[in-house]
């Protein structure tokens, strides 16, 4: 349905219907609502560029998936020359309405496209600033650090800086029994029918949810940190053994991940966390639920590996498989090996723990 006048010269805006919603979600309004409430995320962006004027001042930006393009924006108010903003999502058709109405077209350039197919109409290695939202859920899940890889290669000139840079991955244990039995095993019995299968399928896939600080009921552990400024496409895929500790008497139903991001290329140190005593975003946290909970004394420690894998290097499907255990690590944790199932948005292999002394097969 459109609602212009049609005498008034139709914009792409305005040719935009519910069918383009359908196959291109990034383009409806609610997600870019959604983002921008994000206090955490959406502050964070703009106070680190504000503080860095004098880094932004007359140079050339990229933003790197600009959406609607606020970040674009923030640089080009910093006092950017010129602000060159790529988004494949036909979000930008937004973004050039609003560029325009902010009086900002002869600073940022609004280009529709995947970065790896767009022409920049720039020289290689001529940008001196990378600006991006490049994190997804549990951090790589629908992440685009692949295109922050290439067009860093590309682009980004000697010495250019990246924002935001770097990240940690981590990973500790909760409780979580009342999400789990509406979630999950609801479908042991649906209106007197057996749907087991279903709850199997339900155990595969992880839950983005907001955990509260007091569902956590082990130690973290740190499982991946990533510089921007060195990551390669190969480091997206990878095996991190980990170590955790029960720090009270119950259970465990699950395993919980989230992450915290630093702008290290600001003059003050910067950045934010999406841990459950941190301020919530809409990263929230990842929760791998476990087929059955594991009783748990103070003290107790499990160890186990974390893996991850990008299907046919694409993040917005990567293989995630989890594998928790009991004993001595010190006897083991060298030969423990994550095997992932391919085709399979994300997967979690969980055996219940049993004192061993090396790896036990589900």
């Known amino acids: ?22 196959l291109d979600s990034y383009a409806h309004l609610d997600i870019f609502g959604h983002l921008i409430k994000d206090t955490v995320r959406t502050n964070s962006f703009k106070e680190v560029i504000y503080r860095n004027k004098h880094l932004f001042k007359g140079k050339t930006v990229l933003d790197i998936g600009c959406g609607i393009g606020l970040l674009s924006l923030f640089a080009a108010k910093a006092g950017a020359a010129k602000v060159i903003a790529v988004d494949c999502s036909k979000a930008v058709f937004y973004a050039r309405q609003i560029v325009a109405d902010n009086k900002f077209n002869g600073i940022i350039k609004v280009i529709h496209g995947r970065i790896q197919d767009v022409d920049l109409q720039v020289s290689l290695n001529s940008i001196d600033i990378i600006i991006s939202d490049w994190m997804g859920y549990c951090l790589f899940y629908q992440s685009i650090l692949d295109a922050i890889i290439f067009a860093r290669d590309k682009w980004l000139k000697p010495g250019g800086l990246i924002f935001p840079d770097k ?13 789990k039995n509406d979630k999950i095993n609801w479908w042991r019995n649906v209106h007197g029918f057996n749907m087991k299968a279903i709850r199997k399928f339900a155990l595969c896939e992880p839950r ?17 940190e990533i510089d921007l400024n060195t990551l390669t496409v190969k480091d997206l895929t990878f095996l991190t053994p980990f ?13 919980m991940t989230y992450f915290n991001v630093i702008f290290s290329k600001s003059h003050t140190k910067f950045g934010f966390n999406t841990a459950p005593w941190s301020p919530p975003t809409h990263w929230m946290q990842s929760i791998f639920y476990f087929d059955e909970p594991i009783s748990i ?7 186990g590996a974390f893996a991850l894998k990008p299907i046919a290097g694409n993040m917005d499907h990567i293989d995630i498989c989890i594998e928790i255990l009991t004993g001595e690590p010190l006897q083991i944790v060298g030969d423990i090996k994550c095997t992932l199932k391919r085709r399979t948005l994300i997967t979690n292999t969980v055996p219940t723990p049993k004192k061993v002394d090396k790896k036990k097969k589900t």
């Open 208 to 224: 983005f949810c907001s955990v509260e600080a007091d569902q956590v009921v082990t130690s973290s552990h740190l499982l991946k």
């Open 297 to 303: 004394q103070n003290g107790q420690t499990f160890f």
């Open 1 to 22: 349905m459109n609602n212009c006048n049609k005498k008034d010269k139709v914009s792409a805006v305005d040719r935009m219907t519910s069918k383009d919603f359908q």
């Open 167 to 179: 990240a940690k991955l981590h990973i500790s244990a909760i409780e979580d029994q009342f999400r």
């Open 243 to 255: 170590l955790i500790e029960c720090k009270r008497n119950g259970h465990i139903d699950g395993i």
